[in-house]
């Protein structure tokens, strides 16, 4: 189950990204959707990087009831990204909540030997998403 916390005035619509979630676990996640000068902060906050980025996980302890985690998009990349790429927001949001997802359940791109990008594809496959989130990430 998705508990949206939409703190734009972007229209989301949640039925893909709720059977995303529901296809990966069956545990609660918070999806936070907010604007780039938010996004900044938290980034700065919880990494030391200074700057807006378009997806954040933050796991939660792994306790009997617990959610899963949070999932934070920037607003910001969202409207950009679907302009760039040519896909709807709702799109771009699903592909955003993939890369998120996979963190909250331990894959790390940076340290999987591309494990995790094999996930993202078969995830994009599987929902008939865009595929320019595996285009972006390649190399």
Known sequence: MIELDNRTTLNIDTKTIEA??????????????????????????????????DVLSFPYQEMPLSPLGSIVVSSSYLEKNSKEFGHSINDEL???????????LGYDHET??????????ELIE???LPKSLIIRTEG
């Open 94 to 104: 699903a592909l955003l909540f993939i890369h998120g997802m996979l963190h909250l």
């Open 126 to 128: 599987k929902f008939d």
């Open 112 to 121: 999987d030997n591309g494990e995790m990008r094999v996930k993202e594809a």
């Open 20 to 53: 995303i979630a529901d296809s990966l676990t069956n545990k609660e996640i918070e999806l936070i959707i907010t604007d780039s000068k938010e996004m900044r902060e938290i980034n700065k906050e919880h990494r030391n990087i200074d700057k807006d980025t």
